[in-house]
């Protein structure tokens, strides 16, 4: 159970739904040992596909030393050939909705991408390993 939280967590998964699917595995678990007949293993979890195949939204933030700064939209990690989704750019108090390809990033801009849990974890690991000019550059945010 403590591997499946952790990898969970390294997919960008918020704690209260890793609990939740814990306690799903938990209850289908306790199931398999309680009932004398054989369960069909695609019967087991089905709740826990079906998670699995749905969409979450994570922000990346820009660090100053990012080499992502002072590069345009059009050439992060996200786009129809990842399955992510660049929702929106905050910049200081403002969102910008869908920014255009040509809008150029500036240091400490967050950038709201939807997409699988998979897919985004990759495209997190991109951004933060090729977007760091200097030591620290972007992370994750919570």
Not at 65 to 76: D, H, Y
Request: a negative charge; glycine letters at 10%.
């Amino acid at each position: 159970m403590e591997i499946f939280s952790r990898v969970l967590g390294e997919y960008h998964v918020p704690d209260h739904v890793i609990r939740q699917q814990e306690e799903l595995i938990r209850s289908g678990t306790y199931r398999i040992l309680r009932e004398r007949a054989l369960v069909r293993p695609d019967g087991v979890l089905p709740e826990f596909e079906e998670f699995l195949w749905r969409k979450v939204i994570e922000i990346f933030y820009l660090s100053p030393s990012s080499a992502w700064v002072g590069r345009r939209v059009s050439e992060l990690p996200a786009g129809n050939d990842t399955g992510i989704i660049l929702l929106s750019l905050i910049r200081v108090d403002r969102a910008i909705v869908q920014p255009p390809p040509s809008e150029v990033l500036e240091a400490g801009d967050k950038l709201i991408l939807f997409g699988g849990h998979a897919p985004l974890a990759a495209v997190l690991t991109v951004l933060a390993e090729r977007g760091e000019a200097a030591e620290g550059g972007g992370e994750p945010s919570r």
